[in-house]
């Protein structure tokens, strides 16, 4: 059988509607994984961190996605795509988990493409505009320092799954974060030019970078219990590798990250996450029958 | 009637699982790769296969996932469970020196050591300190990075100086 097609083999052996490719009946991202919920962890407040985490990280990879085909270099859309493929594989184990957690048994699918903008989870930054490639250079440095910070302490997490999720996660977003330091220093310190639009890039970047710090009541209580992580705890450390990089890349650090409110955690976004989501979830939508 | 030990088995199980190969790198098994963590044959003879992902995302696990269960099956095995090992998290260095050398045989770098993550934060790099991969062809260390992605998630992209052929690269992991 080793030479047949692989994809001859989906359609022939698994019943139902395997109309894509991908209708294999193996999409679950944590088969077979123990889900057993650690002691005195509340479920549903399990399942509500596991979606902001896994919500940053779904918005993002979508945003991303809007420079393959219009990136500078091919290089740095596959190079972009590739990072987006990291962040929704990150969103996909997060969404299975927080179905399991909560009890419903939703599966990813169901909180990618069934939700509305308003039920999404994750920080403003995340679905802020695309707008140029030194903006999102920025972003992702800024992002992906974050993240960075926040899971090498998830790793730790009494939960296995989100432990074993953020460990992974870490060597993926160090790289990252290398991607995003690489460009950084080239364009900050590159031309008058590529100086003036980063300069531009971080001070539309800043303000948005406030909420990142404030703890939702959900983060805090599961910080409390050694779950999850308070990302006010943070700060500092993200603090200082932005400074590093910034002096390091001849740009203006524009002093202490601005105080922030919890809104994207509650559900409060801007009005740049509704297209974003439609345009994520119009083939689901459309197509509720099709299976991937 | 043929009786066969537990181990025996088991064994034989294993072999199957092993022999399928990853559909991004075609030359190697997934023993070659290092992901196929565990096999168990159940006293009823179900087959419970453990693998675990290269990166988060990566595509291939659910077509590995597929062939797992049709070799399993081609093996004689009816009933067959493939499960996700998520912990610890796969590293370059699971690949085996098999699956080095299949890999250098194709003109595809292998992978260094990867990078030791001791706990506390990722130190932060501002100069390239990853140490240029030997071009697989000629073998010099005279070599450049073009891109730290490649055309899959595990791969970066780089050019022989010496010889000018591109190559691409395993990244450390």
């Known amino acids: 059988m080793s030479g047949d097609n692989i994809f001859t083999g989906l359609v022939e052996e698994h019943d139902g509607d395997a109309r894509w490719a991908f209708g294999t009946g193996f999409t679950e991202a944590l088969a077979g994984v123990d889900t057993t919920l650690p002691e005195g962890v509340d479920g549903p407040a399990l399942a509500e961190y596991c979606q902001m985490l896994g919500d940053d990280a779904l918005v993002q990879a979508q945003r991303l996605v809007h420079w393959v085909t219009d990136a500078p270099e091919l290089e740095e859309e596959v190079a972009l795509a590739n990072i987006a493929l990291d962040l929704l594989g990150q969103a996909r184990l997060l969404l299975a988990r927080a179905g399991q957690a909560d009890g419903t048994g939703r599966d990813e699918d169901a909180f990618a493409y069934r939700r509305d903008a308003s039920e999404f989870r994750n920080v403003r930054l995340t679905e802020a505009p695309r707008g140029d490639f030194a903006r999102c250079i920025v972003t992702l440095l800024v992002l992906s320092s974050w993240r960075l910070a926040l899971f090498t302490r998830l790793a730790h997490s009494v939960d296995p799954v989100l432990a074993a999720i953020a460990a992974k996660g870490v060597n993926e977003l160090a790289y990252h974060r290398e991607y995003a330091v690489s460009w950084a220093l080239r364009l900050g310190d590159g031309t008058p030019y590529s100086h003036e639009r980063m300069s531009a890039a971080v001070a539309d970047v800043w303000p948005l970078t406030g909420e990142l710090f404030a703890a939702h009541p959900v983060e805090t209580s599961l910080a409390g219990l050694g779950a999850g992580v308070d990302p006010a705890s943070v700060r500092e450390e993200v603090r200082e590798v932005l400074d590093q990089v910034l002096t390091a890349a001849t740009l203006d650090t524009p002093g202490a990250f601005p105080d922030g409110e919890v809104s994207g955690r509650e559900g409060r976004h801007t009005d740049e996450l509704a297209p974003l989501v439609e345009e994520l979830q119009r083939v689901a939508r459309e197509h509720p029958e099709a299976t991937w | ?173």
């Open chain 2, 1 to 173: 009637m043929v009786t066969t030990t537990p181990n025996e088995t088991r064994r034989r199980a294993w072999e199957a699982a092993a022999a399928v190969t990853d559909p991004e790198l075609p030359m190697l098994t997934l023993a070659d790769l290092g992901i196929l963590r565990e096999v168990e044959v159940s006293e009823e003879g179900t087959v419970a296969v453990w693998i675990t992902p290269t990166y988060s995302g990566c595509p291939a696990l659910a077509e590995m996932r597929v062939d797992v269960d049709r070799a399993l099956r081609a093996a004689g095995f009816d009933d067959v469970e493939v499960r996700t090992a998520l912990s610890p998290a796969w590293t370059t260095d699971w690949i085996t020196e098999e699956g080095r050398r299949k890999l250098t045989e194709h003109g595809i770098s292998a992978p260094g050591r990867a990078p030791a993550r001791p706990s506390g934060p990722v130190p932060l790099t501002l100069l390239p300190t990853r140490t240029a991969p030997r071009c697989p062809r000629c073998a010099t260390a005279d070599t450049e990075e073009l891109s730290r992605f490649g055309s899959t998630s595990c791969k970066s992209l780089h050019r022989c100086r010496s010889c000018l052929e591109p190559f691409e690269h395993v990244k450390e992991i």
